[in-house]
Nanobody, 118 residues
Framework: QVQLVESGGGLVQPGGSLRLSCAASGIIFSSYTMGWYRQAPGKQRELVARFTTGGSTNYADSVKGRFTISRDNAKNTLWLQMDSLKPEDTAVYYC????????????WGQGTQVTVSS
C-alpha cells in the first residue's frame, strides 16, 4: 500500500518560513519523480516544485528563489523549504510521486494546509 504523508504546514506571517515534509512508503522512492503541488481555494492545483530521478529540479516561476525542494532517497523523504512566504502562497500543499516510465503509478498525499497571514 502506497502512502505519502505530508507534515509541516501551519500558519505563518508574511516573510516567514516553513518546511514541509513528505514521508513515502510502499514505493521504490528513488524510482519516482517527486513533486509538491498546491491548490488555493477556487483555483486549480498547480505544480510548485519537482525533483526528478535524474537529480534535476523544476520550480514554478512564482516560487523561484524562495522555495527549495530536496529529497533523501535513503530516508524515503521529500522536503520543501519555503522562505519569504507571501499571502498568495496560502494553499493546501500536496506531495506527489510519479513514475517516469510506468506513468499510471501516480500517487498523492492527503495535503497539508499552509496559511500566510498577519
Amino acid at each position: 500500500q502506497v502512502q505519502l504523508v505530508e507534515s509541516g504546514g501551519g500558519l505563518v506571517q508574511p516573510g516567514g518560513s516553513l518546511r514541509l515534509s513528505c514521508a513515502a512508503s510502499g514505493i521504490i522512492f528513488s524510482s519516482y519523480t517527486m513533486g509538491w503541488y498546491r491548490q488555493a481555494p477556487g483555483k486549480q492545483r498547480e505544480l510548485v516544485a519537482r525533483f526528478t530521478t535524474g537529480g534535476s529540479t523544476n520550480y514554478a516561476d512564482s516560487v523561484k528563489g524562495r522555495f527549495t525542494i530536496s529529497r533523501d532517497n535513503a530516508k524515503n523523504t521529500l522536503w520543501l523549504q519555503m522562505d519569504s512566504l507571501k499571502p498568495e502562497d496560502t494553499a493546501v500543499y500536496y506531495c506527489n510521486a510519479h513514475h517516469p516510465i510506468m506513468t499510471w503509478r501516480d500517487y498523492w498525499g492527503q495535503g497539508t494546509q499552509v496559511t500566510v497571514s498577519s
